[in-house]
């Protein structure tokens, strides 16, 4: 069973930064693609980023494009998600999650099998 925990949100300044990290459980970040999903009051869970477990793909919504870099340490089992230039836009509850395909990324939340808890973001005005 996948287990995945996020943790690292907070509350920022707008322009600030943050780092979430993504603990997850042993083989999953060699086995699978990873992403981070975040989903705001009032609309729907979208994908932030996402990479197949050789990160040959590499993909990015394109509203943090150029202001996030999604990363991993296979070693460590864990999954960052560094996030730079944070705008209000950018609060929301975030979210790690794991996918049943090894060499895709989807943007679809219903390719991912497994989620963590979430983590809240807030970046004040």
């Known amino acids: 069973q996948v287990q995945l925990v996020e943790s690292g949100g907070g509350l920022v300044q707008i322009g600030g930064s943050l780092r979430l990290s993504c603990a997850a459980s042993?083989?999953?970040?060699?086995?699978?693609?990873m992403a981070w999903f975040r989903r705001a009051p009032g609309k729907e869970r979208e994908l932030v980023a996402g990479m197949s477990r050789t990160e040959v793909i590499v993909k990015y919504s394109d509203s943090v494009k150029g202001r996030f870099t999604i990363s991993r340490d296979a070693g460590k089992n864990t999954l960052y998600l560094q996030m730079n230039s944070l705008k209000p836009e950018d609060t929301a509850v975030y979210f790690c999650?794991?996918?049943?395909?090894?060499?895709?990324?989807?943007?679809?939340?219903?390719?991912?099998?497994?989620w963590g808890q979430g983590t809240q973001v807030t970046v004040s005005s």
């Open positions: 042993e083989s999953t970040l060699s086995a699978y693609s």
């Open positions: 999650a794991s996918s049943r395909f090894s060499g895709y990324v989807s943007f679809d939340p219903n390719d991912y099998t497994a």
